[in-house]
């Protein structure tokens, strides 16, 4: 079946509001995709819109003149606030994250950061949900999960040259529940990598830094290496509930995503019949990948490849982190971001050395030239002078 978008209507008056609902039902019945309106990358101040939103988080406060709702709303672009201010939300008793809502408002700031004033909402409902293209209303990674996928995998091949090794990893990531986790969850809640495939890319990152590493320090266990990068953060994709709008679960609420991780490990290393003191490693690797107890790692880096994995993990996640933070800097110039919570500071982006222009290789000199030309007679040459 072909098919088509249709607009959502402007917003006007409560009439016109049923009839877009009728018209996002009607869209569902005939094959339609319903466009989302604008994206929040898009919105600019002192301007007016309408379009959906996933709801991130919805909050309600008390103000002065009453209550009023702080939102976080979402999509594939980015993240905004907005509030519904009283009496309005009023009219709001209950809001709960991971809907999608119809949305129109004011862009104004407020502290030199772009935020939505409400004027209308509606959140929609599931049959009208079905009538929209979800992968617009979730950050994304910008790589192809499935291509980075495949990248890992040939990264594996090329480096388990241990038969047990390479039986736990080929049956790892076969697995269905480990190969749909790393290719759509996110590897965080709002810290690094936080969007689908997140993880997979995260991963990828840090599998690829340690192999890095390996090569710079060849005494290294590379297979143990790797096999740490790969598994160290697996245990995210049951730590945390994803869609929409990305949570802890109750499991990674009360038991958290490296001792989930070890669990998931066992039946795939009882099957590999991988030495013992190599799953211990690996085991090791693992729960102290956080550097530190204070950060959730119940035992700290006892061994050269435990302490170079969680350096590896931090330099991602950093990377990821201070990346994404600089992206309100304009291209090509220099500033500050705004906060980042999990830095506990701002950061800079700094302005870049100019790249020359590579120089042509020099032509060689008239001798040599004429020894690349007749390398016999000159190899006789350097014979006779040496005699």
Sequence with gaps: MVTRTIPVRPPARQADCRAN???????LQRGFIVEKGCFISDLQAGTDFRAMFA???????????????????????????????SPQSQNYPDLQAGSIVDIAGRVGTYKERIEIAVDSLRVLAEDERAALDLRDFMPASARNPAEMFEELKLLCSATFTHAPWGRFIK??????????????APAAVS???AYAGGLMEHTLGVCKLAMSLADLYPALDRQALLAGALCHDLGKMRELSYGLNTD???QGRLIGHISIGVEMLEPFLRKSALEAELAEHLKHMMLSHHGQREFGSPCLPATLEAQLLHYADN?????NQISAALEAVPEGATGWSSYVKGLDRMVYKAAQSPQAPKKPLAAPPKKAREEASNPVQALQCSLLLKE
């Design 21 to 27: 609902r009728r018209a996002l039902r009607n869209a």
């Design 315 to 319: 330099i991602d996640a950093k990377v």
């Design 171 to 184: 049956a790892l990531l076969k697995d269905e529940e480990i190969s749909r986790g790393l290719l759509s």
């Design 191 to 193: 810290m690094h990598h």
């Design 55 to 85: 709801l991130a988080s919805a909050q309600q406060y008390q103000a002065k003149n009453g209550p009023y709702w702080r939102l976080e709303l979402r999509d594939a672009s980015g993240s905004i606030e907005a509030k519904i201010w």
């Design 248 to 250: 802890y679960s109750d």
